[in-house]
């Protein structure tokens, strides 16, 4: 006679805390060693050989350094998917921060590597994987902090990647063509989001290389000679700011530049003035239609300068979509776990995601796990309570699975019939290849 749900979760909850001390030991082994995107070797390393330990099987090498596993149900159904991030931010002054590269984990990463093996530790448990219908796909993915973006962009002229985040080439090279539910959980410093908590929506993002070109001159001797791209890239920048009010409070518009070459000497009249920027909103229409404005701001500059610029617009990460009824399966587990008074809400956040990129495609889920402090992408941002933030966090995921699996996999068909996605697969390789694109502006 096959188990029931609470005798599966029961077990799935034993087996995690028997591995307890090791499954967060290899979250801090993580955080010890953080690699940025697309350079995650020995944390895919750390996963591969902690998989294999376990006797599971391991395709590596997936966008460079993703991974992917399945364990089999004992009977056909659908496939859940549960995700990790392997990426690292670039985060001076971090304590954990690496002495060479500045990498560090300031956003919470080492703990989604310690979820997602949890989960897999979790449904090793005897009895529980055949007694599920379908599949628990297992995916470590490169680069969700889109960072390093003049890096990335060599991958791509190199042919490594196409695009510069790592669920969005997971989806092109065809890592989701068989999942049918998606699910992540991120952690939290946010001390109002409770123990465990649902997410709503994130802003959609697209990415911005500019280059200011003037002519070279002596600083001090004869500056009438040269066309100074540093005050192009200022005039942009002011151009910018005065765009602020002009947006839609509903619209949630962020735009944020970093100068990341200001010249090349300092008597000499800045010739190559190079920049990065975000621009986010709420809404794919919102988007575009703020990335025109900022492309008119970085032109003024070099209008009133007499410069040329460059501007390069690279596709980021579409707008995060829960799933409602994945959500009200997920939560019925976390109050479970933690209580109904322990289970929060995150309302629409203005940072981005490319699990907005899985969410337009299939259900996805991205609940948060509370237990951090400090300010998420700074250097004080520290994991604190690691029984949440992985054992609890992983328990709340795995018994989500086997609501889903369970029983012949009919609440996950529901989930799946329920769901209507906003694109098809080639809609969206369409819309994120439509975004390249370069645009060169003289006087």
Sequence with gaps: MAANKDVLKHRVADEIDQHAEELVR?????????????REVKTSALVQETLQSWSISVQNNIAITGLRATLNGGEPGPTVAILGELDSLIVPGHPYADAVTNAAHACGHHAQIGMLLSVARGLLATGVLRALAGRVVLLAVPAEEYIEVAFREGLRQAGRIEFLGGKPELIRLGQFDDVDIAMLTHTTSGTEHKKLALGTTNNGVLAKQVQFIGKAAHAGGAPWNGVNALNAAMISLTALNSLREAFPERDTVRIHPIITKGGDAVNSVPADVRMELFVRARTLDALFAVTEKVDRCLRAGALATGCKVKIS?????LPMLNDPALSNVYRANAAVLVGEESVGLVRHRGSSTDMGDVSHLLPALHPYAGGAKGEAHGPNYLIEDWENTVLTASKAMAFTIIDLLGDGAQQAREVKAKH?????????LSTMRGLFQER????
């Design 26 to 38: 290899l979250a801090q082994t993580v955080l010890r060693h953080p690699e940025p995107g697309f």
């Design 313 to 317: 617009t690279y596709p980021g990460y």
């Design 420 to 428: 209507r996605p906003r694109m098809t697969k080639e809609e969206y």
């Design 440 to 443: 060169v502006f003289t006087e």
